[in-house]
């Protein structure tokens, strides 16, 4: 397995983990829920989830695991997670062509988290604190896997006031970059609307996050 690839693996499961075990309109007001709080309000109800005897039948496996891909996509901003993702190329798509794009990143995310998301949703997280300014904050956090410890900043912003994560860096490794880099290698190669047809033909179905 490359290095590559492993870094792949432990980025998916630090932001299953994490969301699940533990899991500029305006500025947050005092009272308002904090970045750490809103991660915290993800994971009781993913642990809601978990706990569901109903849920946890085995005929119910794939209804389980959408509900689960829906609780968490709800704390990511996957509209600004596309748009970091695709970096210069996203100012040159008209409104049409970025609601596509998002629509087929959420795809691909669902596609990629869909079969580990219950695997990694008891894995123990030790939060270690939290930074918050204009808008936008960091929550740092400490994973404790079977073997192994990773430690991982979430990236916030405050948005129609709730605070949705827009990128995870495990490990030093950023989500956002890590498919910045897959979509540039792609387009040095070949067109935008190849690009596209790459992704439509691996997305299964989307992932219930923010597409404003």
């Known amino acids: 397995m490359t290095l590559l690839r492993r870094a792949y693996r432990r980025l998916h499961f630090a932001v299953l983990a994490c969301l699940?075990?533990?899991?500029?309109p305006g500025l947050p007001s005092a009272s308002a829920e904090t970045p750490m709080q809103a991660l915290e309000t993800t994971s009781q109800k993913a642990i809601v989830l978990l706990t569901d005897t109903e849920l946890l039948k085995p005929e119910n496996a794939v209804q389980r695991r959408k509900a689960?891909?829906?609780?968490?996509?709800e704390r990511f901003s996957c509209d600004e997670?596309?748009?970091r993702s695709l970096g210069y190329e996203w100012v040159k798509l008209n409104s049409i062509e970025q609601q596509e794009f998002v629509r087929l990143f959420q795809a691909l995310l669902a596609k990629s988290y869909a079969a580990k998301i219950e695997a990694y949703a008891r894995q123990p997280i030790q939060y270690l604190g939290q930074q918050i300014?204009?808008?936008y904050a960091t929550v740092s956090a400490k994973v404790y896997a079977v073997k192994n410890e990773f430690l991982l900043d979430f990236h916030l912003l405050y948005k129609d006031g709730e605070w949705l994560v827009y990128d995870v860096v495990v490990d030093g490794v950023s989500q956002i970059n890590s498919y910045r880099g897959q979509f540039a290698r792609v387009l040095r190669f070949a067109s935008?609307?190849?690009l596209i047809e790459r992704m439509r033909e691996k997305a299964e179905f989307p992932i219930?996050?923010?597409?404003d």
């Open 192 to 194: 935008y609307e190849e």
């Open 133 to 135: 300014g204009n808008g």
């Open 208 to 211: 219930h996050a923010r597409a």
């Open 68 to 73: 689960l891909i829906s609780v968490v996509g």
């Open 20 to 24: 699940l075990a533990g899991l500029f």
């Open 81 to 83: 997670m596309a748009k």
